[in-house]
């Protein structure tokens, strides 16, 4: 799991084709890795992605087709700055929301504008992601934890502070590039228990039986 806050931002080193799939160099800036080892979990641009080779100051990771598909991954190349955060532990501040590093789809930048000292950024999804994006609620962007103002339709914006614009892979986002989406998660626990999912109860016998009573 993850924050959504960026930890840093780093660059593509190269995309090492490898077997139909890809094996990414990540040069992590400066991203402390001392206490990551290698099979721990790095959100890239919001991607959780598994570090199999870890070096002074970068990091290496397979990336599945899969993975390659769905995400903005595959458009990478050497030079491109990408978000990074470090999986959460337990005894970390929560400063943004829970992220699973699992993006749900792409996006797409439609339009970036002046908002005062900010900038409002518009954003349009799939249908099939937008039904889970409310007006103040939590949305993950290129691994950024960011609060939706508004929503019509497809389309929502977000406001970027000159600090998320100057510390993220944002600076570098222009109209009509991908980004990664993850929608959150407890709209999707929402959407299951309406739909009729059963839910457990957490009564005194469900306690017991699962050795918490």
């Given at each position: 799991?993850?924050?959504?806050?960026?930890?840093?931002?780093?660059?593509?080193?190269?995309?090492?084709?490898?077997?139909?799939?890809?094996?990414?160099?990540?040069?992590?800036?400066?991203?402390?890795?001392?206490?990551?080892?290698?099979?721990?979990?790095?959100?890239?641009?919001?991607?959780?992605?598994?570090?199999?080779?870890?070096?002074p100051r970068g990091f290496s990771a397979d990336v599945s087709n899969e993975t390659?598909?769905?995400?903005?991954?595959?458009?990478?190349?050497?030079?491109?700055?990408?978000?990074?955060?470090?999986?959460?532990?337990?005894?970390?501040?929560?400063?943004?929301?829970?992220?699973?590093?699992?993006?749900?789809?792409?996006?797409?930048?439609?339009?970036?504008?002046?908002?005062?000292?900010?900038?409002?950024?518009?954003?349009?999804?799939?249908?099939?992601?937008?039904?889970?994006?409310?007006?103040?609620?939590?949305?993950?962007?290129?691994?950024?934890?960011?609060?939706?103002?508004?929503?019509?339709?497809a389309r929502f914006g977000v406001n970027l502070i000159p600090h998320t614009v100057?510390?993220?892979?944002?600076?570098?986002?222009?109209?009509?590039?991908?980004?990664?989406?993850?929608?959150?998660?407890?709209?999707?626990?929402?959407?299951?228990?309406?739909?009729?999912?059963?839910?457990?109860?957490?009564?005194?016998?469900?306690?017991?039986?699962?050795?918490?009573?």
């Amino acid at each position: 799991m993850f924050t959504g806050i960026v930890q840093s931002v780093g660059r593509i080193v190269r995309a090492e084709p490898r077997g139909g799939d890809v094996r990414l160099h990540v040069d992590t800036a400066d991203l402390d890795l001392a206490d990551v080892q290698p099979g721990d979990s790095i959100a890239v641009s919001g991607v959780c992605l598994t570090a199999v080779t870890l070096e002074p100051r970068g990091f290496s990771a397979d990336v599945s087709n899969e993975t390659l598909s769905l995400t903005s991954l595959g458009r990478l190349k050497a030079g491109d700055p990408v978000n990074l955060e470090k999986a959460l532990r337990l005894a970390d501040r929560l400063g943004g929301h829970l992220v699973s590093g699992h993006v749900d789809g792409l996006g797409k930048v439609v339009s970036i504008a002046p908002d005062g000292r900010s900038q409002r950024w518009t954003f349009e999804v799939p249908a099939a992601i937008s039904r889970y994006i409310a007006a103040k609620g939590s949305v993950c962007i290129d691994g950024t934890s960011l609060t939706v103002n508004g929503v019509e339709g497809a389309r929502f914006g977000v406001n970027l502070i000159p600090h998320t614009v100057g510390h993220t892979a944002f600076h570098a986002r222009r109209v009509g590039d991908a980004v990664n989406i993850e929608v959150d998660v407890i709209a999707r626990y929402v959407e299951r228990l309406l739909a009729g999912g059963e839910a457990p109860r957490l009564d005194e016998a469900f306690l017991k039986k699962h050795g918490f009573a």
